[in-house]
């Protein structure tokens, strides 16, 4: 079993910047595929962002616009978002997920969940 636990969320200005971390426990997750979904109150899932195994594959969701860099440190059995230029509309509730390929990940097929961080962009 793999407990994810995401850092990092909280209340930023827009423009501002964030860095979300998932830290992963249990088993390693070196083989597995990494990303973050996102969900804002009243609206569906979102894909934000994905990392392959390797860390040769990113992908990123259509809402990132050159706004994010995604990485992971198979070391440390960790990931990382960092988030720029942030606006209102960024707000959501990010969960960390992991899945087998990061293709399922885009479509939210995450075999484990993290419970989320949420993350506020208001003025």
């Known amino acids: 079993q793999v407990q994810l636990t995401e850092s990092g969320g909280g209340s930023v200005q827009p423009g501002g910047s964030l860095r979300l971390t998932c830290a992963a426990s249990?088993?390693?997750?070196?083989?597995?595929?990494m990303g973050w979904i996102r969900q804002a109150a009243g609206k569906e899932r979102e894909f934000v962002a994905a990392?392959?195994?390797?860390?040769?594959?990113?992908d990123y969701g259509k809402s990132a616009n050159g706004r994010l860099h995604i990485s992971r440190d198979n070391t440390k059995n960790t990931m990382e978002l960092r988030m720029y230029n942030r606006t209102p509309e960024d707000t959501a509730g990010y969960y960390c997920?992991?899945?087998?390929?990061?293709?399922?990940?885009?479509?939210?097929?995450?075999?484990?969940w993290g419970r989320g961080t949420q993350v506020t962009v208001s003025p």
């Open positions: 997920a992991v899945g087998p390929t990061w293709k399922k990940l885009q479509e939210s097929r995450a075999e484990y």
């Open positions: 249990g088993r390693t997750v070196g083989t597995y595929a």
């Open positions: 990392i392959d195994w390797t860390a040769f594959m990113r």
